[in-house]
């Protein structure tokens, strides 16, 4: 049995969930488990510096620091913009996320954070940012 390296393509299981028990992403709920070559920055560091010399069919548990996850939460990442930019048949409210299109073209989830008479405060974090990120892992095979 070979243990996995660098630059390995491996296939694993895995539930994420936050220091409250809330799963936020599992491979159960995808249907399929995750490949991945090892070390190519995919994912975040930590979670593939965790696979680095276990076996196949081995098991982990790794919590991971808002640090080295999705960074903190910025209140300078929170921009009011008019509510005109939102479509007045498309009902809003403060936890709902949208997608914004970035200057650069691609799309990013967005949370709105609140609402006023003629303002939406927009919430630019990574929706988990500032969170500790609890995984644990299933190596299914190297392949």
């Known amino acids: 049995?070979?243990?996995?390296?660098?630059?390995?393509?491996?296939?694993?299981?895995?539930t994420g969930l936050l220091?409250?028990?809330?799963?936020?992403?599992?491979?159960?709920?995808?249907?399929?488990?995750l490949e991945f070559e090892v070390g190519s920055g995919q994912l975040l560091r930590k979670f593939e510096e965790a696979v680095i010399g276990m076996n196949t069919g081995e098991e982990k548990e790794i919590?991971?620091?808002?640090?080295d996850g999705y960074g903190e939460h910025k209140s300078e990442f929170l921009k009011e913009i008019s509510k005109?930019?939102?479509?007045?048949?498309?009902?809003?409210?403060?936890?709902?996320?949208?997608?914004?299109?970035?200057?650069?073209?691609?799309?990013?989830?967005?949370?709105?954070?609140?609402?006023?008479?003629?303002?939406?405060?927009?919430?630019?974090n990574h929706p988990?940012?500032?969170?500790t990120l609890i995984f644990k892992i299933k190596i299914l095979e190297i392949v």
């Open 84 to 124: 005109e930019y939102f479509p007045d048949d498309q009902e809003i409210g403060p936890g709902m996320f949208f997608m914004m299109v970035m200057q650069d073209g691609r799309q990013r989830p967005v949370k709105i954070s609140s609402i006023s008479e003629d303002n939406v405060t927009i919430d630019l």
């Open 128 to 131: 988990l940012a500032g969170k």
């Open 1 to 14: 049995m070979s243990v996995i390296k660098k630059g390995d393509k491996i296939k694993v299981e895995y």
């Open 19 to 33: 220091e409250d028990g809330t799963v936020f992403d599992s491979s159960s709920l995808k249907g399929c488990p």
């Open 63 to 67: 919590v991971i620091s808002p640090e």
